[in-house]
Antibody, heavy 123, light 113 residues
Framework: QVQLRQWGAGLLKPSETMSLTCAVYGGTFSDYYWTWIRQSPGKGLEWIGE???????TYNPSLKNRVAISVDTSKNQFSLRLTSLTAADTAVYYC?????????????????WGQGTLVTVSS | DIVMTQSPDSLAVSLGERATINCKSS????????????LAWYQQKAGQPPKLLIYWASTRESGVPDRFSGSGSGTDFTLTITSLQAEDVAVYYC?????????FGPGTTVHIK
């Protein structure tokens, strides 16, 4: 049974940088993709980006050059960094695991979620 | 980006009755080389993260009750809950994983009538 435990600062000011980290317990870390998803009342669920164990990442273009996801395979952890925060970034941020299709199609779907971290951006 | 829409926004169903939620994608999410639809359904209860119910549009995740079923192909999909139970009160989301950025529908809230 996999568990994803996440942590990071919950209250930030505009223009600051948000950093969240997620630790994975259980399962084989290298078998999955690791993603960040956020949820806000105004925009619903938004996929932020993903990374695999080798560090290959893909991001949502809506976040332009503000986002970076990194991975530490020695600790089975991955992290999210979002810069130049505005009030629009206020949301619950979830770290998630995506299962990769065993038939090597490249398809992957989120099958496990962390508990979520409320990040509020306010002056 | 592929835009996902859902209908209705909310619905009230009597206990034991059927609930039907519709999801539509702005372009086909059926991959011709494997004939699979790249669609997942999630259930989110109050104060909890979403939970995976169905992937490949119709494959139930392990442990999900068989009263939950998914159907559809191409651009039009349906989540059906037969015999609604009290614990099924939640918001239901569809999501496409055909192309990045992966996108979600706005959600459908299911209440008890």
């Amino acid at each position: 049974q996999v568990q994803l435990r996440q942590w990071g600062a919950g209250l930030l000011k505009p223009s600051e940088t948000m950093s969240l980290t997620c630790a994975v317990y259980g399962g084989t870390f290298s078998d999955y993709y690791w993603t960040w998803i956020r949820q806000s009342p105004g925009k619903g669920l938004e996929w932020i980006g993903e990374i695999n164990h080798s560090g290959s990442s893909t991001y949502n273009p809506s976040l332009k050059n503000r986002v970076a996801i990194s991975v530490d395979t020695s600790k089975n952890q991955f992290s999210l960094r979002l810069t130049s925060l505005t009030a629009a970034d206020t949301a619950v941020y979830y770290c998630t695991r995506a299962t990769v299709d065993t038939l090597a199609t490249g398809a992957r779907w989120v099958d496990n979620w962390g508990q979520g971290t409320l990040v509020t951006v306010s002056s | 980006d592929i835009v996902m829409t859902q209908s209705p926004d909310s619905l009230a169903v009597s206990l034991g009755e059927r609930a039907t939620i519709n999801c539509k994608s702005s372009q086909s999410i059926l991959y011709s080389s494997n004939n699979k639809n790249y669609l997942a359904w999630y259930q989110q209860k109050a104060g909890q993260p979403p939970k995976l119910l169905i992937y490949w549009a119709s494959t139930r995740e392990s442990g999900v009750p068989d009263r939950f079923s998914g159907s559809g192909s191409g651009t039009d999909f349906t989540l059906t809950i037969t015999s609604l139970q009290a614990e099924d009160v939640a918001v239901y989301y569809c999501q496409q994983y055909f192309s990045t950025p992966f996108t979600f529908g706005p959600g459908t809230t299911v209440h008890i009538k």
